[in-house]
């Protein structure tokens, strides 16, 4: 007997599934002891029991016999089964006894076979072999139960001889191994390995930052310490020098005050004394005495006197007396914590290079790229749209992100301009110098007077500039560019605020300027 056919035998006719725990009417049919009892519940209610197979009635509620001999059969049938699904997955249909490994399916019989009953399969060409498959059903028509053998294109569906004759006549048919060819699924297997290599070299890289990430932990907690460390010395040297400040304004004070009372002390006991002789000639009466005593002219009218030659002229009141000078604490204060925020920069050193192709023709530019200096004697480089047409030059480098800061070292005297510009700025004209325009934004020295300029407005620095060296800083993403003076300490001069459209590259405009120190930084740092 074919498998199929035992397993019909071995079904429910109720639940349409093998046997469990089967049981037998006295009319010889088996269910489900489950399934029985339920039928016979629904049938108490007319109180006619019969059997669901075969219709015969029943006067009482028929007993249920236990098929024992079914029950191992049924049992030892799954059990059989299982171990084909799990020997091969596809057993062949013939070989009921014992399980044996389908090596072809035929399509039309929709049967696996073994190699034993594959040689004695029907070898006409209806009976078409295929790989090994439990999906048999699918490999037909649905409407025809004929074989899949063509591919149609247009509709992109697999379809048998009658579908190409019929529903899809005049349309691209292929066989289905041409068409499986078409799919060139190698390449696709290809690529998809491929894929599948970048992703295993994906998380080679991920798990190796893994395992990077407690020590890369450890530099930054390491870092922030020594960043805290050099933070919290450079406030104590703020308190002692602000204290010290504080200490050196008092005792002037003091010495002021004591000077100014020691003053108005003699002044009280000169004026103590006038009073005293005006009051005795107050008693005398004879005038003649009175007009001629010497000193009644400078007695008549004390408020006429002149003050003391220390004051001017103008007595000073006690409350008058010099205050600390909270400006100059403030601004040390000031200057200090400027230098502290100026400082925390990322460390890591790059050049910034002059680009000589922008350079001007009344410019040299030194070898390392690092010094321009004014000239009479015009250079002999080409006209180019890059190239300035005055004394100015930009650096090859622009920033479009992060925080960036560079120094540099002017000489005392002529006139220079320093700052950073969009490498959009005008090359020709008045217009092109940096500052003069709404795409840079420069530091300017002209006659011992410093100025900031951008978009031809200049704001005059009031403050004296002793030093000849400077830092520009640069936050792009907070659109700020901050120009210093590197003196002790660091002194803010001015900070534009903008929002930056373009890459910002240092530039210069000058008759004498040399790069000093180059920076360019992507860890947070103090500079000592």
Not at 78 to 105: F, K, M
Not at 342 to 355: K, M, N, Q, R, T
Request: aromatic share 6%; hydrophobic share 30%; with cysteine.
């Amino acid at each position: 007997m074919a498998s199929a056919d035992l397993r019909d035998e071995l079904l429910c006719s109720i639940c349409l599934s093998t046997y469990t725990d089967p049981v037998m009417l006295r009319c010889g049919h088996n269910f489900c002891r489950m399934c029985i009892d339920q039928a016979l519940d629904t049938q108490d209610e007319s109180g006619v029991y019969s059997c669901p197979e075969c219709r015969e009635e029943f006067q009482e509620r028929p007993a249920l016999m236990r098929n024992i001999a079914l029950r191992n059969v049924a049992e030892r049938f799954l059990i059989t089964q299982q171990e084909q699904e799990e020997i091969t997955g596809i057993c062949c249909t013939y070989c009921v006894d014992s399980p044996v490994p389908a090596v072809r399916s035929c399509l039309h019989c929709e049967a696996s076979l073994c190699d034993k009953h594959l040689r004695s399969h029907s070898k006409s060409p209806e009976h078409v072999l295929s790989d090994p498959s439990t999906s048999l059903e699918k490999r037909k028509c649905s409407v025809h139960k004929k074989i899949l053998e063509y591919y149609c294109a247009e509709d992109a569906a697999c379809i048998c001889v009658y579908c190409s004759a019929g529903e899809h006549r005049g349309h691209q048919v292929e066989m289905l191994d041409e068409a499986s060819e078409k799919e060139n699924l190698s390449n696709i297997l290809q690529k998809l390995t491929t894929k599948r290599k970048e992703t295993e070299e994906r998380v080679r890289s991920l798990e190796e930052s893994r395992r990077k990430a407690p020590e890369k932990a450890a530099g930054e907690a390491e870092r922030v310490t020594a960043l805290c460390t050099d933070i919290r010395r450079r406030v104590d040297d703020l308190e002692k020098k602000v204290l010290s400040e504080i200490s050196r304004q008092e005792k002037e004070e003091s010495l002021s005050l004591s000077a100014r009372i020691h003053q108005l002390e003699i002044k009280k006991d000169e004026l103590s004394r006038k009073m005293r002789h005006i009051e005795e000639l107050c008693n005398m009466t004879d005038p003649l005495t009175v007009l001629q005593e010497p000193d009644t002219g400078d007695l008549c009218d004390p408020e006429e006197e002149g003050g003391d030659e220390d004051t001017g002229g103008h007595d000073k009141q006690p409350h008058d007396g010099d205050d600390l000078d909270v400006a100059v604490i403030s601004h040390t204060l000031c200057d200090v914590i400027s230098g502290i925020r100026s400082g925390i920069y990322v460390e890591g050193p790059a050049d910034i290079l002059l680009d000589v192709n922008t350079a001007g023709n009344n410019l040299l530019i030194s070898d390392d790229l690092k010094t321009a200096t004014g000239t009479r004697e015009k250079q002999k480089r080409p006209e180019t749209a890059e190239r300035f047409q005055n004394n100015q030059v930009m650096s090859r480098r622009g920033f479009t992100s992060g925080r960036h800061y560079w120094d540099v070292e002017s000489s005392r005297s002529g006139v220079w301009r320093v700052g950073m510009c969009y490498p959009s700025i005008d090359r020709r004209g008045q217009q092109s110098l940096i500052g003069d325009n709404n795409k840079s934004w420069g530091l300017w020295r002209c006659n011992n007077q410093y100025s900031v300029k951008h978009d031809g407005k200049e704001i005059r620095l009031p403050d004296k500039i002793s030093s000849n060296r400077f830092r520009i800083c640069l936050d792009y993403g907070a659109g700020q560019l901050s120009f210093y003076e590197l003196c002790d300490p660091i002194r803010h001069l001015h900070t534009f605020t903008a929002t930056f459209t373009e890459p910002l590259h240092p530039a210069m405009c000058i008759f004498w300027l040399k790069i000093d120190e180059c920076y360019i930084h992507t860890l947070l740092k103090i500079r000592s």
